[in-house]
T-cell receptor, first 114, second 112 residues
C-alpha cells in the first residue's frame, strides 16, 4: 500500500461549491504539506503543518483552509471553489528535525472547477 | 524573497549522452539541496540530495554544489529514455519560518 494517499484522485466541481481534499500517511511523519501545481508555475506551497497543533500558511493560502485531524491526516478545503483553483494538488510528508528534509509526495488530486 | 531559478527547457539530449541540469539560488544561507524527478502527471520523487560543496555521485547521477557561486547542478550520464521527466531543485531551509520553495523545474527529453 502507498505510504501517502490522497482522495479523491480526480474531482470536477462547480464554482461556489465547497470541497475537501484528504491526505493520509502511514509513514509516521510529523510534517505534512499541501501544494498545488500549475503548468509553468511549478509547485507552490499552500499550507503546512509541523504537528497536529502547528499549522502555517504557505505562499498561496488565500481561498484555502486546512485541518490536521491527527498525525496521519491532513485535509485541504476550498470553501467556495473558483475556476482559477483548477490545478493538480499534492500532499507531502517529511520526518521533521531539520528544516527541509526529504519530502514524500502523494499521487495527487486533479481538480477541475467549472 | 528567496528564489530558485531553473531553465524551464525543454532540454533535448541524445540517448547515451550526458544531460546537465542547472539551478541557481538567491539565498546565500542555503547549505544543502535536493533534486526531485517528476514524470508527467505523477508526483515528484527525490533522486539526489547534496549537503556540502563539491560532487556527489549515485549511479548515473552526479550532483554538484558550488556555494560561492550559488549554483547547483545535476548530471545524468548515459541518458536513457526513462530519464525524460521534469527535474525540480529545492534548497534546504535554514530557519523554521522559511517558506519551502521549489524551482519551477527543467523538462528533460531524451531522444532515442
Amino acid at each position: 500500500d502507498a505510504d501517502v494517499t490522497q482522495t479523491p484522485r480526480n474531482r470536477i466541481t462547480k464554482t461556489g461549491k465547497r470541497i475537501m481534499l484528504e491526505c493520509s500517511q502511514t509513514k509516521g511523519h510529523d510534517r505534512m504539506y499541501w501544494y498545488r501545481q500549475d503548468p509553468g508555475l511549478g509547485l507552490r506551497l499552500i499550507y503546512y503543518s509541523f504537528d497536529v497543533k502547528d499549522i502555517n500558511k504557505g505562499e498561496i493560502s488565500d481561498g484555502y483552509s486546512v485541518s490536521r485531524q491527527a498525525q496521519a491526516k491532513f485535509s485541504l478545503s476550498l470553501e467556495s471553489a473558483i475556476p482559477n483553483q483548477t490545478a493538480l494538488y499534492f500532499c507531502a510528508t517529511s520526518m521533521g528535525g531539520a528544516y527541509q528534509e526529504t519530502q514524500y509526495f502523494g499521487p495527487g488530486t486533479r481538480l477541475l472547477v467549472l | 524573497q528567496k528564489e530558485v531559478e531553473q531553465n524551464s527547457g525543454p532540454l533535448s539530449v541524445p540517448e547515451g549522452a550526458i544531460a546537465s541540469l542547472n539551478c541557481t539560488y538567491s539565498d546565500r544561507g542555503s547549505q544543502s539541496f535536493f533534486w526531485y524527478r517528476q514524470y508527467s502527471g505523477k508526483s515528484p520523487e527525490l533522486i539526489m540530495s547534496i549537503y556540502s560543496n563539491g560532487d556527489k555521485e549515485d549511479g548515473r547521477f552526479t550532483a554538484q554544489l558550488n556555494k560561492a557561486s550559488q549554483y547547483v547542478s545535476l548530471l545524468i550520464r548515459d541518458s536513457q529514455p526513462s530519464d525524460s521527466a521534469t527535474y525540480l531543485c529545492a534548497p534546504q531551509l535554514m530557519n523554521r519560518d522559511d517558506k519551502i520553495i521549489f524551482g519551477k523545474g527543467t523538462r528533460l527529453h531524451i531522444l532515442p
